[in-house]
């Protein structure tokens, strides 16, 4: 009973069923045996119901409204349920009847519902109908608010309804024509404003941009400036730029235009569609692609590349024009090659605009192409950026060959230098005989200084500046600014020169095209082979045939070395004594040749090695011309040209202090000047070679210069030559000894280079050095030629005179030699006052009375007697020399006394004579009192026999040893004493 029990208090704790409750209580007092047991649970029963019961009474008691508010709404639901089916039998009911009415009214129903069908599909027509009749007025609302795609969309959608479900309205043909006609011609619409922003819109930022920096430069000031500004800064070009840069395209915070997808692209009726360029011309070809016109597209983009580009130059050759004209400029200025180079960057500016916004196009066309549903109707070949720069690259060839004048160089150069483009397997040569230009038609008359010209002109002018105010380009003004060639207008004259003011920013241009091309594709730029081709084939050849006939004009002559420069020409390069003109064209020509190396860096060893070629010429020139032309005379160089080309003895004259006296600075030769015994013992010296070498002979007329012409000749080309080499020195000191190689060339061709270049400048050196070198030479024969001139004229004075003469007025005139000595000296002193400069002069003509006093005093040996008569008469040349020597020197010249004095002491006898040494002291050597002496025994009677003139010798030899003792003791004496 107990397990009974606890199996029922189990399943009581378990089962929360009522009845499941109920059926184990049931089940337990039914099984159990024991009735006190079932008495027990049935109590315990009992009081659990009433327990309940209870718990029931107080929940009832606590809740009695909520209980109220359940039953009501109990019994409310129950009401509306049993209403709702009420009135769901009501309707099946209704249903079934209208079922039976409607099945017996089948045939009436289906046709009414088919007339209703009818009436509406009618009604959508009429809509749609009177919506068609709007569109050509709406397109033309849209195509002048340039609105292209919205009406594009309207447009298409109306052809198809046209053409498909108002196909069969008779009354839309005329319609259905007009429009069919506009969808045809549509494409041509939005082609044409896909090219005005390609090349128009794109370049007017270009212009806009320089218009503002112009202004900013001028200070926003209107009319025309006292000093011209160029249309474009060049003076501050910058680096390579990336040439397909869209980034003028975009905005900042915005993404790039080629990574926006078309779809996303809308067009908004309430905003200027041209506000952006690159988005309108997305639009444009959404459009196009809509019209199907994709491949018309791109045939019309690459068929009108070419003509546009060539339209950019002639609308920015005007532009450069009227600016120029705006500035005061005229074409007839000596800079109007600068107006080139700013034709030249402004193309470029608009060629890289242009060639961005092909990119943008590019961008746009490849999401068409590459889309799934261009992909199902055939492949469509798209053009690439390396057209576009092919195209570029073509129009500015064509525009430097006008500008170049290439067809003139090609006529101005030899026969075999010139080519023949068909025969040439290049496609360089070929493109240039594809584009060969025709020649253009002349006119038989011109009406351009006519009054209906004049207003034409002016009439065209003012619609130019429309044009321009309306594509956003420059105004401007004059067509008096171009230069007329044929059909084609310049802005400068054409030239081949022209290369040098454009070379580096063309250069530049082409860096940034290899750049954008790659390294792989760098070597077929087509502009930079053109710029090779016509600078090594053209370009250096004319220089070269220019300068040679320059050079050919001043150097094939009789006689170059007498051909001097203008007056004006000295002026303007501001020396002081005149130059062979020979030597001015050439050192103009070499100037040029300079420049020219820094205007094309890049070929700088070309034009250096023109620049040696020429000097090599030209020095070989003024060889010819000073050996065979002045200084030989019968296969025979003339004496001073001898000792100067002698190389032991122009050594020997240079190492003279006179000499280096002329060559040092002025301030140190004039302090050495005022020493007496520094100039004396230079003289001194070099009389001492020079009576040495010709105290003894005499010397014909072949072997001196007597054309005093020829003196001139020399002084000229002496100074012509030390100016040359002092200018050769400036230039080629100024030139860096490495040279700036093009990217990408190969190393070993870098070094070759440098190494060619090096060896270059070391022959440019040593030719300036040759020149200063002849030079000097040239100065050295003029020094010893002065010399020679008085050996030419006194020794035979000395030699062949007769001076044992009795006193007659006759005989007491001037030696006639000495008369030809003066007259030679004083023509040659007008040659050099006007040929060489002072301290030159000075060293052609100082020491030059020491020379003659050696000279003459040496030539008491060789008189064979002299009376005083004839000493009085040498003593007047003597004085008649030193008289011109003064006035050309303006000094004393006491070496002249020095040489009268020793002939006045031939007035005593030989005892008198040996007296005069002993009271005076020695003033002369041993061998001039020697001389005297002699010249004594032989000009007076009874002067004794042989051994007393022995023993007068060896007493004068006695008497120079004691004199010498006692100038000996006394200078010891003196230096004891400090």
Not at 154 to 180: I, N, Y
Not at 414 to 443: N, V
Not at 831 to 852: P, R
Not at 922 to 948: C, F, M, P, W
Request: a neutral charge; glycine letters at 4%.
């Amino acid at each position: 009973m107990a397990a009974d029990t606890g199996r029922y208090r189990s399943a009581m704790s378990k089962s929360k069923d009522p009845s499941g409750l109920l059926i184990s209580v049931i089940r337990t007092l039914s099984s159990s045996d024991d009735v006190q047991d079932r008495e027990t649970e049935k109590g315990r029963l009992e009081e659990a119901y009433e327990k309940c019961d209870h718990d029931l009474d107080e929940q009832i008691v606590q809740h009695y409204t909520e209980l109220t508010t359940a039953i009501r709404t109990y019994q409310s639901i129950t009401e509306r349920i049993t209403n709702s089916r009420n009135k769901i039998k009501q309707v099946k009911e209704n249903l079934l009847s209208c079922k039976m009415l409607l099945h017996c009214k089948r045939d009436e129903l289906r046709k009414l519902w088919i007339e209703g069908i009818e009436h509406k599909h009618v009604l959508n027509l009429l809509d749609e109908i009177e919506n068609i009749k709007q569109v050509p007025q709406k397109l033309e609302n849209c195509m002048s608010s340039k609105h292209y795609l919205h009406a594009t969309d309207m447009l298409v959608s109306a052809v198809e309804s046209l053409e498909g479900p108002l196909l069969q309205v008779e009354g839309l043909s005329d319609l259905r024509l007009e429009l069919h006609s506009k969808k045809l011609n549509m494409h041509l619409v939005l082609i044409d404003e896909l090219h005005r922003h390609l090349y128009i819109k794109s370049t007017s930022r270009v212009g806009n941009k320089n218009k503002e920096k112009e202004k900013a430069r001028t200070g926003g000031s209107s009319g025309k400036e006292t000093s011209p500004n160029p249309l474009i800064d060049v003076s501050n070009l910058s680096t390579p730029r990336k040439f397909m840069d869209t980034s003028q395209y975009t905005t900042p915070g915005t993404p790039a235009i080629r990574e926006i997808s078309l779809q996303e692209m809308k067009e908004d009726l309430d905003v200027d569609p041209e506000e952006n360029s690159a988005m309108f011309m997305g639009i444009l070809i959404k459009g196009l692609a809509k019209l199907k016109k994709i491949p018309e597209t791109i045939k019309a983009i690459i068929e009108g590349l070419e003509p546009q580009l060539k339209q950019i130059v002639k609308r920015s050759t005007t532009q450069i024009a009227d600016h120029s004209y705006q500035r005061g400029e005229s074409v007839s200025q000596e800079n109007q090659p600068r107006l080139l180079l700013e034709l030249l960057e402004l193309l470029f500016d608009k060629f890289h605009a242009v060639a961005a916004a092909h990119n943008v196009v590019l961008g746009h066309l490849q999401q068409i192409v590459g889309s799934p549903t261009r992909s199902q109707e055939g492949v469509i070949k798209l053009y690439d950026t390396a057209d576009v720069s092919a195209k570029i690259q073509t129009v500015l060839q064509v525009l430097l060959m006008d500008y170049l004048d290439v067809k003139n160089t090609r006529s101005a150069t030899e026969p075999a230098a010139q080519l023949t483009y068909h025969s040439s397997g290049s496609d360089f040569a070929a493109f240039f005989a594809k584009k060969k230009p025709q020649r253009p038609k002349q006119s038989l008359f011109k009406f351009e200084s006519s009054s209906h010209a004049i207003s034409m002109s002016a009439y065209l002018r003012e619609q130019r500046r429309e044009l321009y105010s309306k594509s956003g380009e420059l105004q401007g003004g004059a067509d008096d600014n171009l230069i007329e060639g044929g059909e084609t207008k310049f802005v400068c004259k054409p030239g081949a020169r022209n290369i040098t003011v454009i070379f580096h920013p063309l250069l530049r241009f082409i860096q940034e095209i290899e750049q954008n091309m790659g390294p792989g594709q760098a070597k077929q730029c087509q502009l930079r082979t053109f710029l090779t081709y016509y600078i090594n084939d053209y370009f250096l050849n004319q220089v070269r045939t220019e300068i040679n006939k320059e050079i050919e004009a001043v150097t094939k002559v009789s006689d170059p070395l007498k051909i001097l420069a203008s007056a004006d020409t000295m002026k303007v390069l501001g020396v002081q004594r005149p130059l062979l003109q020979s030597t001015v064209i050439v050192e103009k020509s070499i100037q040029d040749l300079m420049n020219l190396m820094h205007d094309l860096s890049a070929y700088s060893n070309q034009f250096l090695e023109m620049v040696c070629d020429k000097l090599k010429e030209y020095k070989q020139i003024c060889n010819t011309a000073y050996s065979r032309g002045i200084v030989q005379s019968e296969e025979k160089l003339t004496i001073s040209a001898s000792w100067a080309k002698d190389e032991d003895i122009s050594r020997l004259l240079q190492s003279l202090p006179n000499w280096a006296s002329m060559a040092q600075p002025r301030q140190l030769r004039q302090k050495r000047e005022d020493e007496e015994d520094f100039t004396r013992a230079a003289f001194a010296k070099e009389s001492e070679v020079l009576t040495g070498n010709l105290g003894d002979k005499l010397i014909p007329q072949n072997e001196i210069l007597r054309d005093v012409s020829d003196l001139k000749a020399l002084a000229n080309l002496h100074e012509s030559l030390e100016w040359l080499a002092g200018r050769l020195m400036g230039f080629f000191s100024s030139l860096p000894t490495t040279q700036t190689m093009s990217p990408g060339s190969d190393a070993q061709v870098n070094a070759e280079h440098m190494r060619s270049r090096e060896q270059i400048l070391q022959t440019l050196n040593d030719l300036a050095r040759a020149f200063q070198e002849m030079a000097d030479r040239c100065l050295l024969v003029l020094h010893l030629e002065v010399r020679v001139h008085c050996f030419h004229y006194l020794i035979p004075l000395a030699k062949q005179g007769n001076y044992a003469i009795v006193a007659n007025v006759e005989s007491m005139d001037y030696d006639p030699l000495v008369v030809k000595l003066n007259k030679d000296i004083s023509a040659i002193e007008e040659v050099m006052s006007a040929g060489l400069q002072q301290h030159k002069f000075q060293y052609i003509f100082e020491g030059l009375g020491h020379l003659i006093s050696c000279i003459l005093i040496n030539g008491a040996q060789y008189f064979k007697r002299i009376s005083e008569s004839g000493i009085k008469k040498m003593c007047r040349n003597i004085f008649v020399l030193q008289q011109n020597l003064t006035n050309i020197t303006m000094s004393r010249e006491a070496d002249l006394d020095f040489a009268r004095q020793y002939y006045e002491m031939l007035y005593n006898t030989a005892d008198e004579l040996l007296n005069l040494v002993v009271d005076q002291g020695v003033k002369y050597t041993e061998l001039e009192y020697i001389n005297a002496l002699s010249l004594l025994h032989r000009s007076q009677t009874g002067v004794g026999d042989q051994t007393v003139q022995n023993t007068r010798l060896q007493r004068l030899k006695e008497i120079i040893c004691e004199q010498a003792a006692i100038k000996q003791a006394t200078k010891d004496k003196k230096i004891t004493t400090v």
